[in-house]
């Protein structure tokens, strides 16, 4: 099953607020990879992260990988109602755990009050 | 480039039915993978591929089978139908551990 615990499951907040989430394992992770997916479509990649510590950012999205590697954050700046949709987190295992697969968290849905 | 593509986009299938779902890439990936989509069970792997020729087992494989004859095409079959097999499916493309989805397959099994 998956090891990946992605918090909180959803999220109803007010255009223009910040939104947080993140993803926690007891796994240490090489990879942590953040996805947002709209109404009908499928996850489509928002950043990549591959050392521990560090910290990407695109456009008003940020994203850690934990020190620990064992956790990752998503951060979104002044939220606008494009926002909405289904955002996952997925990691690769250190260990080759799960075939080496990706190994995805059940997602967080966000709605935005204009 | 039309990056990964799945038909049909819509399916309702009858208990014991058979079907394919299709899936087709234009990136030249040797790995490929199919997951399906439940709510609140976020995405789940059904089978995968590292190159043509070669599938293994994901994490929920019974009742699908794959085959992989070209580096382009990765299709999911079900053989018999079953109302717990009601899903959204994507097929997705990877490289350098990033995958990269389609736009999925809303199935229905009555």
């Known amino acids: 099953g998956q090891q990946l615990n992605q918090s909180p499951q959803s999220m109803f907040i007010q255009e223009g607020e910040d939104v947080s989430m993140n993803c926690t394992s007891s796994s240490i992770f090489n990879t942590w990879l953040w996805y947002k997916q709209d109404p009908g479509e499928g996850p489509v990649l928002l950043i990549a992260?591959?050392?521990?510590?560090e910290l990407t950012s695109n456009g008003r999205l940020t994203a850690q990988f934990g020190i620990t590697r064992k956790d990752s954050f998503l951060n979104i700046s002044a939220s606008i109602p494009s926002d909405v949709g289904i955002y996952f987190c997925a990691g690769q295992r250190e260990d080759g755990g799960s075939q080496g697969n990706l190994i995805f968290g059940k997602g967080t849905k966000l709605s935005v009050k204009p | 480039n039309a990056g990964v593509t799945q038909t049909p986009k819509f399916q309702v299938l009858k208990t014991g039915q058979s079907m394919t779902l299709q899936c087709a890439q234009d990136?030249?990936?040797?790995?490929m993978s199919w997951y399906r989509q439940d709510p609140g069970m976020g995405l789940r792997l059904i089978h995968y591929?590292?190159?043509?020729?070669?599938?293994d087992q994901g994490e929920v494989p019974n009742g699908y089978n794959v085959s992989r004859s070209t580096t382009e095409d990765f299709p999911l079959r079900l053989l018999s139908a079953a109302p717990s097999q009601t899903s959204v499916y994507f097929c997705?493309?990877?490289?350098?551990?990033?995958?990269?989805f389609g736009s999925g397959t809303q199935l229905s099994v009555l």
């Open positions: 997705a493309s990877s490289y350098g551990g990033i995958e990269f």
């Open positions: 591929s590292v190159g043509a020729g070669i599938t």
């Open positions: 992260l591959y050392k521990a510590g």
């Open positions: 990136m030249n990936h040797e790995y």
